[in-house]
Protein backbone atom coordinates (compact mmCIF):
# COMPACT_ATOMS: atom_id res chain seq x y z
CA UNK A 1 0.00 0.00 0.00
CA UNK A 2 1.44 3.47 -0.75
CA UNK A 3 0.99 6.99 0.27
CA UNK A 4 0.11 9.36 -2.60
CA UNK A 5 -0.07 12.97 -2.57
CA UNK A 6 -2.65 14.14 -4.89
CA UNK A 7 -1.63 17.72 -6.83
CA UNK A 8 -5.32 18.66 -7.72
CA UNK A 9 -7.23 21.67 -7.72
CA UNK A 10 -10.86 20.45 -8.74
CA UNK A 11 -12.68 19.25 -5.68
CA UNK A 12 -14.86 16.87 -8.02
CA UNK A 13 -11.82 15.21 -9.46
CA UNK A 14 -9.68 15.32 -5.53
CA UNK A 15 -12.83 13.81 -4.47
CA UNK A 16 -12.65 10.58 -7.14
CA UNK A 17 -9.25 10.26 -7.33
CA UNK A 18 -9.38 10.16 -3.71
CA UNK A 19 -12.31 7.15 -3.15
CA UNK A 20 -10.41 5.48 -5.97
CA UNK A 21 -7.08 5.18 -4.25
CA UNK A 22 -8.37 3.91 -0.97
CA UNK A 23 -10.80 1.83 -1.94
CA UNK A 24 -7.24 -0.06 -3.03
CA UNK A 25 -6.02 0.61 0.12
CA UNK A 26 -4.12 3.55 -0.35
CA UNK A 27 -3.40 6.69 1.89
CA UNK A 28 -4.32 10.01 0.02
CA UNK A 29 -2.47 13.12 1.24
CA UNK A 30 -4.16 16.26 -0.68
CA UNK A 31 -2.62 19.55 -2.39
CA UNK A 32 -4.89 22.53 -3.78
CA UNK A 33 -2.29 23.83 -5.55
CA UNK A 34 1.29 23.75 -6.46
CA UNK A 35 3.01 25.29 -3.88
CA UNK A 36 1.20 23.03 -1.23
CA UNK A 37 1.91 19.76 -3.40
CA UNK A 38 5.67 21.01 -3.09
CA UNK A 39 5.30 21.74 0.94
CA UNK A 40 3.72 18.37 1.42
CA UNK A 41 6.07 16.57 -1.07
CA UNK A 42 9.42 17.37 0.78
CA UNK A 43 7.34 17.17 4.66
CA UNK A 44 5.34 13.52 3.80
CA UNK A 45 8.00 12.15 1.24
CA UNK A 46 4.93 10.17 -0.45
CA UNK A 47 5.19 6.97 -2.99
CA UNK A 48 4.08 8.36 -5.50
CA UNK A 49 2.71 11.66 -6.87
CA UNK A 50 -0.26 12.32 -8.74
CA UNK A 51 -0.12 15.62 -10.36
CA UNK A 52 -2.94 17.33 -12.18
CA UNK A 53 -1.42 19.59 -15.40
CA UNK A 54 -3.57 22.60 -14.76
CA UNK A 55 -3.07 23.96 -11.44
CA UNK A 56 -3.38 28.25 -10.42
CA UNK A 57 -0.76 29.97 -10.23
CA UNK A 58 2.50 27.41 -10.85
CA UNK A 59 1.13 24.94 -13.27
CA UNK A 60 1.82 21.06 -13.49
CA UNK A 61 5.23 21.16 -15.41
CA UNK A 62 6.63 23.82 -12.99
CA UNK A 63 5.68 21.72 -10.03
CA UNK A 64 7.38 18.58 -11.64
CA UNK A 65 10.46 20.61 -12.10
CA UNK A 66 10.11 22.15 -9.13
CA UNK A 67 9.98 18.79 -7.37
CA UNK A 68 13.01 17.03 -9.65
CA UNK A 69 15.54 19.57 -8.36
CA UNK A 70 15.23 18.06 -5.16
CA UNK A 71 17.45 15.62 -4.19
CA UNK A 72 14.52 14.50 -1.94
CA UNK A 73 11.98 13.81 -4.95
CA UNK A 74 14.17 13.17 -7.72
CA UNK A 75 13.29 9.02 -7.54
CA UNK A 76 10.13 9.57 -6.84
CA UNK A 77 7.86 8.68 -9.18
CA UNK A 78 5.30 11.37 -10.21
CA UNK A 79 2.12 10.57 -12.71
CA UNK A 80 0.77 13.45 -14.53
CA UNK A 81 -3.18 13.65 -15.12
CA UNK A 82 -4.46 16.03 -17.20
CA UNK A 83 -7.17 17.16 -19.67
CA UNK A 84 -4.77 18.46 -22.11
CA UNK A 85 -5.32 16.69 -25.18
CA UNK A 86 -3.04 18.87 -27.85
CA UNK A 87 0.50 17.20 -29.75
CA UNK A 88 3.76 17.35 -27.62
CA UNK A 89 1.75 17.17 -23.99
CA UNK A 90 3.30 13.87 -23.32
CA UNK A 91 6.80 14.84 -24.50
CA UNK A 92 6.40 18.05 -22.33
CA UNK A 93 5.30 15.84 -19.30
CA UNK A 94 7.94 13.48 -19.80
CA UNK A 95 10.22 16.50 -20.20
CA UNK A 96 9.50 17.94 -16.82
CA UNK A 97 10.04 14.78 -15.12
CA UNK A 98 7.17 13.02 -14.70
CA UNK A 99 7.31 9.06 -15.29
CA UNK A 100 3.68 9.21 -17.31
CA UNK A 101 0.28 10.76 -18.33
CA UNK A 102 -2.78 9.81 -17.62
CA UNK A 103 -5.86 11.16 -18.86
CA UNK A 104 -8.89 13.01 -17.79
CA UNK A 105 -12.03 11.65 -17.23
CA UNK A 106 -10.55 9.65 -15.12
CA UNK A 107 -12.08 5.95 -15.92
CA UNK A 108 -12.69 4.21 -12.52
CA UNK A 109 -12.58 0.75 -13.43
CA UNK A 110 -8.50 1.33 -15.08
CA UNK A 111 -6.96 4.30 -13.03
CA UNK A 112 -5.47 3.05 -9.95
CA UNK A 113 -3.92 -0.41 -11.88
CA UNK A 114 -2.34 2.47 -14.44
CA UNK A 115 -0.83 4.41 -12.32
CA UNK A 116 0.92 1.85 -10.33
CA UNK A 117 2.19 0.60 -13.74
CA UNK A 118 4.05 3.62 -14.47
CA UNK A 119 5.55 3.54 -11.09
CA UNK A 120 6.60 -0.26 -11.92
CA UNK A 121 8.14 0.61 -15.48
CA UNK A 122 10.37 3.36 -13.78
CA UNK A 123 11.23 6.92 -15.21
CA UNK A 124 12.11 5.63 -18.57
CA UNK A 125 8.79 3.87 -19.12
CA UNK A 126 6.56 4.94 -22.29
CA UNK A 127 3.44 7.12 -21.34
CA UNK A 128 0.44 5.75 -22.08
CA UNK A 129 -0.63 4.94 -25.83
CA UNK A 130 2.90 5.27 -26.99
MN1 LIG B 1 -6.85 21.40 -12.54
Do not use: W
Not at 8 to 20: A, W
Not at 21 to 49: F, N, R, W, Y
Not at 62 to 86: C, E, F, G, H, Q
Not at 112 to 119: E, G, L
Request: hydrophobic residues 45%.
Amino acid sequence: MADVLVIEDNEQNLYLVTFLLEKHGHTVIAAHDGAEGIGLALQTLPDLILLDIQLPVMDGYAVARALRKNPLMDATPIVAVTSYAMAGDRERVLEAGCNGYIEKPIDPDTFVSRIFAHVKNGRTAAPDGL
